[in-house]
């Protein structure tokens, strides 16, 4: 669907609400697909919003909930009165509905809960953490057993409510619930109708137990290009069953903690222009604090050389210039290892090749960019006469200087993660802003001392 | 999988070879998934690979290649014979054989098409760019038409080879191939099987052209939550269908570029450990040479306040600190901003929504640091005595234009992204060292500005 077409929904629907005609703001409403009804009516008004969402059918409104981001979801859903909150998380998925529950005020929640008649689907959904295998799983699954026919099991789906979303694969699990194999539906199709189910699935069933973290669970339904991923309790009892368009979102949600991190600040955890200024100020004040503080021994280390600076003040000149190198290439290089230990290019014992690498890539990038401050220095002094007789030193000095803070910036920006993933940290907190900060004192520290040597006798 | 059971069929695998038991080897790795056999082969030495490759039957080979990243599958492909090369093509996905052609020698992929059974599948999905919906797509699909029964299309997908992949929706098509409906796998099962498919079919079908991008596809998909998504020419036929496990890839691919770009560097297009080592030089230098020869201006802009700093190099101290905030609360808001914009949460139109949020968080960051900054400075006044009779004034300066560049750090941050994009370029393009560049040179002439009205009279 178009933006305008959307927009065009959206100027309807509020004109139908102004003239208070709700029954053809509803009708507008609901010519889009629910994925585009979410992203006009987050565009309502709050008024408008209240007003709306009590008069339009369940399943409308669930297909909206389920759509919308959940602190969206859950204001909206706050305003429905009990019973009308209740029919419409039975409409929802169950476990779209336990995710909403959760966002709810808990009181609300209990009293919702407490009046749903498929409570029992979402109750053992309520227990796991959201960004787990349980999390993501829904309880609404299809569980065959070995001795049914496939006609039975055609049978059996014909007997489905007609509203329950489709299964890809059926389950097959023994007496006591165990899961020990996997049917497409497409072979029930194809097959006999009197073969026996244990005659046409497969026994080599990938399946994760509840507690897998998510990023685990996405990893394992992309690399065996999976729709359907069967969740197991601790006895191997099929418990539940995440479906593929839970793992886009994952996917979209770890690059996003990824990215926020390597940028500098903690994972927002909630849309950029939904989370409330103070919690955005909170999570961004943390990290800036901390750098602030450690970026404050680079005044300290100054400090050192506070007489070196007195007599050649052209060595402060270059401070920034040297230490944002410095900078510039470890981020550069921590961004790309952290990408790869994501994507699980980079493993922990691929250190040895990484540091090979970096260090060769260091080498380089520095005479590439020591050469070019060498140019700039000569040419400003041949043709301003800037920076007087001794300006091969000091071209020299920033030149080396650049060789070796280019060199160490990208080691520590490539082996950084590496470091914080042996020690069982998050690869992703070696952000961009830290590892600069990092660079930048003991960049200081390679400068001056390299000035020291190179200037000694001449400028200092 | 495990990695540990990936390793130890590794070993056995390499043991096998070792002693010259090509069929103990086969038979080790063919235990695996395939994309577990193909992480296992990946880590072979080249030469085991060269050997064992031609001893795969063609399945095992065509399910390898597949799961292979696109270079490696390309260099272990080129070490084929001819006629085998052909025969392992067949076997593949229409639109995977498409890609591994793409990547091989031009002469040794055009005579392996002419040796192809399924060549003519294969070769109207050449002429796609990779990163358009075309290029996604695959030809393997079916078309039913209108006036078929439920019955028949049960019987024609009973009639079809048991290798061909499962098919999640099937479409309709008129005579002349336009697109007109679908219809799911489940609906065919439990309608009546005298039910005419066009009784049963859904008319909205959600297609792309084939020229469209790839992550416009990518958003298309996830939005509406499809398994797979039909692909039409300019007249509306039917040309191929996008399945879903594509947009993992493709969700993942776009992560990886935006992240590589914020992180200051080209997108490597490859995987970090495969790329070689010229081609990733090149890719980052670029924009190390572009920073530093920006960068290059604070070494100008510091040498206009030579005299200041002559005067009090105590101003030089804190130059790297002062600098630096700017640049962090700048990389921070560049990557949130771009990452919103990527997820649609950001559009062009909320840029003054983001404007007005980003000078309060400013404001408020800035007036954070610049607190500390000036408690630090009396603290060691209290305790060293280090700044002299006029630390108030020298706190003053650095309090104030902490404030000032935290607040301009997080303006440029911000509204760099959304600019990009209004002028038609990649918003990621503001990457964190290019905004923290850019700050710094502005970072210092509010610094300096800052301290020759504050410091007058006193130091300077």
């Known amino acids: 669907m178009e933006q305008k077409e959307i927009d065009g929904v959206l100027e309807r629907v509020r004109t139908a609400l102004e003239t208070g005609n709700v029954s053809n703001a509803i009708a507008a409403l609901t010519t889009l697909h629910p994925a585009d009804q979410a992203e006009a009516f987050a565009d309502l008004p709050a008024d408008d919003q209240v007003e709306l969402l009590p008069q339009l059918d369940s399943e409308t409104a669930a297909g909206l909930l389920t759509e919308l981001e959940d602190e969206e979801a859950a204001d909206a859903a706050a305003q429905l009165p009990t ?59 299809f569980a065959l057993r070995p001795h049914m026919t496939t006609q039975s099991a055609i049978d059996f789906l014909r007997g489905l409510n007609r509203d329950t979303a489709t299964p890809y694969y059926l389950y097959v699990v023994d007496r006591q619930g165990v899961l020990i194999g996997i ?10 109708p009197e073969a026996l189910i244990e005659s046409i699935m497969n026994r080599e069933v990938i399946s994760l137990p509840v507690g897998t973290d998510q990023e685990e669970v996405a990893r394992v339904m992309a690399r065996y290009d999976l729709l359907a991923l069967p969740v197991v309790d601790g006895a191997g009892r099929l418990a539940g069953v995440i479906n593929y368009d839970n793992i886009v979102d994952v996917i979209s949600e770890e690059a996003t903690e990824d990215l926020q991190k390597i940028g500098g600040s903690e994972a927002l955890d909630e849309p950029y222009m939904l989370i409330s200024f103070w919690r955005m100020v909170h999570k961004r004040a943390g990290w800036l604090v901390v750098l602030f503080l450690s970026e404050m021994l680079t005044a300290t280390a100054m400090g050192f050389f506070e007489q070196e600076i007195k007599r050649a003040v052209v060595l402060a000149l270059f401070v920034p210039l040297i230490i944002s190198s410095g900078g510039n290439s470890g981020s550069q290089a921590a961004t790309l290892v952290i990408r790869a230990m994501a994507l699980g290019e980079v493993r922990l014992r691929d250190w040895w090749r ?39 030193f000091i071209a020299a000095t920033v030149a080396l200087s650049l060789v070796g803070i280019v060199l160490w910036g990208t080691l520590t920006g490539s082996m950084l993660p590496i470091l914080l993933r042996r020690v069982g940290l998050d690869p992703a907190t070696s952000s961009a802003p830290f590892v600069a900060t990092l660079v930048d004192v003991t960049g200081l520290i390679i400068y001056f001392s390299v000035a020291s040597v190179v200037l000694r006798g001449s400028l200092l």
């Open 183 to 192: 049917v497409g539906l497409r072979d029930i199709i194809t097959s006999r």
């Open 83 to 141: 019973a009308q909150l209740a029919d419409v998380l039975d409409e929802m998925e169950p476990d779209e509905a336990a995710d909403l529950l959760g966002d709810l005020p808990p009181a609300q929640a209990a009293d919702a809960l407490a009046q749903m008649e498929e409570r029992d689907e979402v109750i053992p959904l309520l227990g796991h953490p959201d960004d787990t295998a349980g999390g993501l799983m829904t309880s609404e699954f």
């Open 354 to 392: 990484v540091m090979r690498r970096e260090v060769l890539s260091g080498l380089t990038l520095g005479a590439i960019l020591g050469s070019i401050g060498f140019a700039r220095i000569a040419l400003w002094q041949s043709a301003f006469g800037t920076y007087g007789p001794y300006w091969p």
